[in-house]
C-alpha cells in the first residue's frame, strides 16, 4: 500500500527553537495533506489542510503564525513549529489524499518535545 | 459544530467476549473510517464504510454504517488480548473528524 513517511519521528528542542516535521508520500502524489496534532490519551485534533502550491487553511483556534504549513510539490508538505514553548509539546500525525483517487494515508507521526 | 461521539471512551473485556462500541456523528456524512491505535504509534486503518447498511468485517472485528441514524458501530466477536488498543472512529471526506477514542483493554 502506499506509504507516508514523516520526519523527524521523535524530536527534543529547547524552548524558543523552530522545528520543521516532514510529510512525504512515497510513491504517490498528494495534493492534499492534513497535519493533526493529539495530546497524549487524547483524541486527533485537525490543525490544517495543506494543499500543494497554495495557502493552508487552518482550523479554528490554531495560529498560522506559530504553525507554518508549506505544501511545495505533490510529495511534500511541512509543518514548522517556530519558537517552541513546552505547551507544544504533542505528537503531530500527517495524512495525504492521493491525487487520482482521493484515498487517505496517514504517516508515522512525530513526537515533539519541547524542554 | 460538527460533533463525533464514541462510547464507550474506555473498556475492559475479558478474553473470549464480544462487545460493541458505538460512534454517532452529526453531519450527513456517508463516509465513516475506523482506525486502530497502538502506544506510541500512528493510526492504523481498520474499515472505511461508505455507505448506509454497509457492514464490514476482518477476523474478530466487524463494523456497521446506518447513515440515517448517523451511527457505526464496531462488534468485537471472542475479544483476544491483542486486540487491546485504542479505536476511533472518523467521519468526512478527507479533513476528518475524530470521536474521543475508545481504550480496549482485553485481559486474559
Redesign the interface.
Known amino acids: 500500500g502506499a506509504v507516508v513517511s514523516q520526519h523527524p519521528s521523535r524530536v527534543i528542542c529547547k524552548s524558543g527553537t523552530s522545528v520543521k516535521i516532514e510529510c512525504r508520500s512515497l510513491d504517490f502524489q498528494a495534493t ?1 495533506m ?1 497535519w493533526y496534532r493529539q495530546f497524549p ?6 490543525m490544517a ?1 495543506s494543499n500543494e502550491g497554495s495557502k493552508a487553511t487552518y482550523e479554528q483556534g490554531v495560529e498560522k503564525d506559530k504553525f507554518l504549513i508549506n505544501h511545495a510539490s505533490l510529495t511534500l508538505s511541512t509543518l514548522t513549529v517556530t519558537s517552541a514553548h513546552p505547551e507544544d509539546s504533542s505528537f503531530y ?1 500527517c ?1 495525504a ?1 492521493e491525487r487520482y483517487t ?1 484515498e ?1 494515508f ?4 512525530s ?1 515533539l518535545t519541547v524542554l | 459544530e460538527l460533533k463525533v461521539e464514541q462510547n464507550p471512551l474506555f473498556l475492559s473485556m475479558q478474553e473470549g467476549k464480544n462487545y460493541t462500541i458505538y460512534c454517532n456523528y452529526s453531519t450527513t456524512s456517508d463516509r465513516l473510517y475506523w482506525y486502530r491505535q497502538d502506544p506510541g504509534k500512528s493510526l492504523e486503518s481498520l474499515f472505511v464504510l461508505l455507505s448506509n447498511g454497509a457492514v464490514k468485517q476482518e477476523g474478530r472485528l466487524m463494523a456497521s454504517l446506518d447513515t440515517k441514524a448517523r451511527l457505526s458501530t464496531l462488534h468485537i466477536t471472542a475479544a483476544v488480548h491483542d486486540l487491546s488498543a485504542t479505536y476511533f472512529c472518523a467521519e468526512g471526506l478527507n479533513d476528518m473528524r475524530f470521536g474521543a477514542g475508545t481504550r480496549l483493554t482485553v485481559k486474559p
Open positions: 492534499t492534513f490519551k487524547k483524541s486527533l485534533m485537525l489542510t500525525i495524512s489524499s482521493g487517505l496517514f504517516g508515522e507521526g513526537r
